[in-house]
């Protein structure tokens, strides 16, 4: 029971730590970046990019949060694509 205690949380650790790592590191380039231009070039990269009308702020948060694991966005950049789409629907 201890073990699967430990393990759990040994998970939870290295998840937390995969989603903070990459937004440790932000690049200049990153930094002077619109939302929106992040938006374009990381959505369009593995499919079409939905209007930002399809989706109100609570479920960009989400989306943007589930793309931020899958794609590794930085905080950064994920902040300023998620506060473009807000403020485009």
């Known amino acids: 029971m201890k073990k699967n205690i430990y393990f759990g949380l040994l998970l939870i ?11 440790c590191k932000t ?6 970046k619109s939302g929106s231009v992040l938006w374009s070039e990381n959505c369009s990269r593995c499919h079409y990019s ?7 702020d609570a479920q960009w948060e989400v989306i ?7 794609s590794s ?17």
């Open 73 to 89: 966005l930085t905080e950064e950049e994920a902040e300023k694509i998620t506060k473009f789409l807000q403020d485009s629907n």
């Open 13 to 23: 650790l290295g998840f937390i730590a995969f989603v903070s790592l990459p937004s």
């Open 27 to 32: 690049s200049l380039e990153v930094r002077e």
């Open 64 to 70: 943007v949060l589930h793309m931020r694991v899958r």
């Open 50 to 56: 939905p209007d930002p009308e399809d989706y109100n």
